[in-house]
């Protein structure tokens, strides 16, 4: 079993105090974290089952990177929005990223921590040094799902990573919506549509017509 290599510990926090040419009534924080580390599976043949390492780095991850944002973000309460990513260097699989986050022993710890009980949005892919880490946000609360409010994307990069027998692991939260957010969400559509969240019709409010008219 190998033991769990960081190299690095990279931070990105984004204030935005203007949007649109006026300022924002709240100033909109987004942070992401990301851990830069070997691929374990790097320079091996294809390996069928990827359960024990991922047991062995996942919540290795989550211990370095949950209380950063937390730490950047000042707690869990001003969370509202999140997500995760991971890149695999060219060396790696696409499933080598996505198995280190898709896991509950990441993701979880995540969303336990930001008093959150909805899923993560996520990018998982393969790629070179430099390429633009995305994560991409929706809200942490499984019935606020609809909030187009809070459709963000968070992007950084590192110069040097992931090196291509490496991988970038990363999570990224949000304290509110978008500055000035005014498309309205899905729920609302769905009623001028007609139809529940399920896509069925809504029941009209009119009585039925009475037997025989």
């Known amino acids: 079993m190998k033991e769990p290599v960081v190299r690095k510990v990279v931070d990105c926090v984004e204030d935005t105090l203007v949007e649109g040419g006026r300022g924002a009534e709240k100033p909109l924080r987004m942070v992401a974290c990301a851990a830069v580390i070997k691929n374990p599976w790097a320079a091996m043949d294809f390996v069928e089952d990827l359960q024990p390492q991922i047991l062995a780095h996942a919540k290795v991850l989550a211990d370095i990177l949950v209380p950063r944002v937390l730490g950047q973000m000042g707690g869990p309460d001003t969370i509202e929005a999140f997500g995760k990513c991971a890149i695999t260097g060219t060396s790696g699989e696409v ?119």
């Not at 198995?99 to 509950?104: C, N, Q, R, V």
């Not at 336990?112 to 995305?134: E, H, M, Q």
């Not at 291509?164 to 949000?174: K, L, P, Q, R, T």
């Open 95 to 213: 499933e080598h990223a996505a198995g280190l986050i898709h896991t509950l022993h990441f993701g979880n710890a995540f969303r336990i921590a930001s008093r959150a009980d909805s899923f993560l949005p996520f990018t998982n892919k393969r790629a070179g040094a430099g390429t633009a880490i995305t994560i991409p946000m929706t809200h942490k609360e499984a019935e606020s799902k609809g909030s187009r409010a809070h459709f963000l994307t968070l992007e950084f990069s590192i110069p040097d990573a992931p090196a291509h027998d490496e991988i970038v692991v990363a999570i990224g939260a949000a304290s509110g919506g978008r500055p000035h957010h005014r498309i309205g969400d899905r729920f609302n559509d769905m009623k001028l549509m007609g139809v529940d969240q399920a896509g069925r019709p809504l029941e009209t409010s009119e009585d039925p017509p009475a037997e025989g008219q």
